[in-house]
């Protein structure tokens, strides 16, 4: 445990966090940036002399829950949180679960992309962001409860008729077998998480290709460079399909793209223009 730099580090941080930012009010009285020491105390749920000591260089080994308590308190970044760990002698352990937080400059990212659908993966294959292109290739997702925004579950679990896949059958073949080795290694990454063990047992129980494909072990997923996405209204789509990773949220951004001059570029044209609304459906 270094308490010097435990000591600067938690001073730090909560010289930074504004009041307001933590619903707490300015007052007209603050001498000093940031929050008081027992407002952090009070937020993580620790006392304010025991606080004091540890921004004094004074106080004892905290313990982990302690030490979660002022992550949340101080509103730590994952690597923040992890450093926080590291000072204190408590080297940190497996993240609790998978992120679902998309930074904005992703978001501004998918906002960015006029001609190319775009969404935003977590660990467990559950669609957390997306554009408008997106939604009108593939799903509306902000029409759709959580659980049916994963597709993994969607996949797996799904009722097999042709509205409800996204893709040909041979792609949905290869994206469940892909899924299936993605998800083996999530659960690896995040053994404490309950819903990743809930989404497991599902599976498990509710497919017996995804049983078989978990009893294999493998981990390692091909990429997939070209998806054909069966639209109801335009019928199959062919588009080129490229992942980038997002390592410090463990999650990904797939964009799909079509090749300049292709029916399938015409298509995602069209697509822009009717977004999400279903001509095929009296008015």
């Known amino acids: 445990m270094d308490r010097r730099e435990l000591a600067g580090f938690l001073r730090s941080r909560r010289e930074r966090i504004n009041p307001a930012d933590v619903g707490l009010p300015a007052g007209p009285r603050r001498r ?3 929050l008081r020491r027992e407002e952090v105390a ?64 992703i978001l501004d990212l998918l906002r960015r992309l006029p001609h190319a659908a775009a969404i935003v993966l977590s660990a467990t294959y559950e669609v957390i962001a997306w554009n408008d292109l997106a939604a009108a290739l593939l799903e509306d997702f902000s029409a759709l409860p959580r659980p049916e925004r994963n597709l993994v ?9 042709r509205e409800r896949l996204l893709y040909d059958p041979s792609d949905a073949k290869a994206f469940a077998r892909a899924a299936a080795r993605h998800l083996r290694a999530t659960a690896a990454r995040y053994p404490d998480d309950p819903e990743v ?68 570029e015409e298509a995602l044209r ?14």
């Open 153 to 161: 579950r969607r996949a797996f679990l799904a009722p097999q008729s």
């Open 32 to 34: 000093t940036p940031g």
């Open 197 to 264: 063990a809930t989404l497991v047992d599902d599976l498990l129980a509710g497919s017996a290709e995804f049983a078989r494909l978990w009893a294999a072990h493998d981990v390692r997923a091909e990429p997939t460079l070209r998806k054909t996405v069966r639209h109801p209204l335009i019928g199959p789509i062919t588009v080129n399909c490229d992942v980038l990773d997002i390592t410090d949220r463990d999650q990904q951004v797939v964009i799909y793209t079509a090749d300049p001059g292709s029916p399938a």
């Open 42 to 105: 009070q937020l993580a749920f620790i006392s304010t002399e025991y606080y004091t000591r540890l921004e004094q260089a004074r106080g004892p080994r905290p313990s982990r829950e302690v030490l979660a308590g002022l992550a949340r308190a101080l509103r730590l970044s994952d690597a923040e949180r992890d450093h926080l760990h590291h000072l204190a002698g408590a080297p940190p352990g497996p993240p609790a679960g998978p992120s679902r937080e998309v930074r904005q400059s």
């Open 270 to 283: 069209l697509l822009s223009v009717i977004g999400t609304q279903r001509m095929d459906v009296p008015g």
